[in-house]
């Protein structure tokens, strides 16, 4: 399914084979996630995408091809592969552990071909055997929505009351996670949500609400999800002092003005900017330990659109799948 021009619809296409260089991997698509961020792509909110692009980030597949000077992985093995596809490895950044930060980095999905499709190519480098406990369509997920979810978590930082704004893919995984590790965790959706707040609640939320409310007691830490700037300030106000609020997507509308008073006690915003492959070796050690239950809504390859559709307006508890292999 191929991106032409932004704001069009995904035209079904056939495109060539493509052929691994000599650090790539040629993948057999199993399953790929939906992600907000494809909408961002999609929308034109990331400046200058290939174009035209096959989207997708969140690949499970299986290796079908490897370039000459490829190590490590096998004809046969499951792979995911993940936003972050490529790095300059020499800047300041990746020098000291950040190659999230690395202004020369690459992104799949974006500026490199993705998972909706059939086959794929990607650095073997940036790749990563996945959990067998999981199948191709529940892993998939776990590859953003999971992996920016945990990086925001381990920032967001120790409290025992975390607040969740915007209840989708990444908050129903981090949410398992969280209580696993004996948080409490308070979940925000669209006001009028109730189906959104009962899922949260399934998921292990000790408590669910609009997001323009205040939860029953004061927020150690929160992570906004959902793009909406006009919730900075709103969670601001449910945290305690010294809180930490952990803004989680790459794109986020205009945050508005707002009062010093809200911010001041040392409460303090910051901001999550892709990953590390040290954030994915972590996060798949951890969901090893947690059995973590992806929720998920199934779509043939061909019904792309409709699955954009379908994360943009809401219209699906948990995560979006194209299949596209064998489940």
């Known amino acids: 399914m191929v991106l ?7 035209e079904l296409r056939d495109l060539p084979l493509p052929t691994p260089a000599e650090s790539e991997l040629l993948v057999k698509v199993l399953a790929c996630g939906v992600c907000r961020t494809d909408l961002h792509v999609f929308d034109g909110e990331l400046p200058e995408p290939k174009l035209p692009l096959v989207p997708g980030h969140e690949i499970v597949g299986e290796v079908v091809g490897a370039g000459g000077s490829v190590t490590g992985f096998a004809s046969g093995d499951r792979v995911g592969i993940p936003w972050l596809s490529g790095t300059c490895g020499a800047c300041p950044y990746c020098l000291r552990g950040q190659e999230n930060l690395c202004d020369r980095a690459v992104f799949t999905g974006y500026q490199r071909d993705g998972g909706y499709g059939e086959y794929v190519v990607a650095d073997a480098r940036y790749c990563f ?3 067998d406990r999981y199948g191709n369509v529940e892993v998939a ?3 953003c929505a999971g992996l920016i979810g945990w990086r925001s ?5 120790n409290g025992a009351r975390l607040g969740l704004y915007g209840f989708g893919a990444a908050a129903h995984i981090l949410t398992q996670i969280a209580v696993k590790q004996g948080r409490r965790v ?11 707040q009962e899922f949260a609640r399934r998921m292990g939320a000790t408590w669910a609400g609009a997001a323009g409310e205040l939860p029953p007691e004061s927020l150690d830490a929160a992570i906004i999800f959902a793009p909406v700037g006009e919730l900075v300030p709103v969670a601001l106000q449910a945290l305690d002092k010294g809180g930490t609020l952990v803004c989680g997507g790459i794109h986020m509308s205009d945050i508005p003005s707002f009062s010093y008073r809200i911010i001041w ?6 901001s999550v900017a892709n990953l590390t492959r040290q954030d994915a070796l972590d996060f798949l050690e951890t969901v090893k330990a947690v ?5 998920t809504c199934e779509y043939p390859l061909e019904e792309a659109n409709r699955a954009l559709a379908d994360v943009r307006y809401g219209r699906i508890h948990g995560a979006a799948v194209l299949v596209i292999g064998e489940r």
């Open 141 to 143: 997920p776990l590859l």
């Open 153 to 157: 978590y381990r920032l967001a930082g």
């Open 186 to 196: 308070y979940a925000f959706t669209r006001a009028g949500d109730d189906d959104g």
């Open 291 to 295: 059995p973590v239950r992806t929720v």
């Open 129 to 131: 055997k996945l959990p």
């Open 4 to 10: 032409e021009r932004t704001g069009q619809p995904l």
């Open 265 to 270: 006690g040392e409460r303090m915003i910051r």
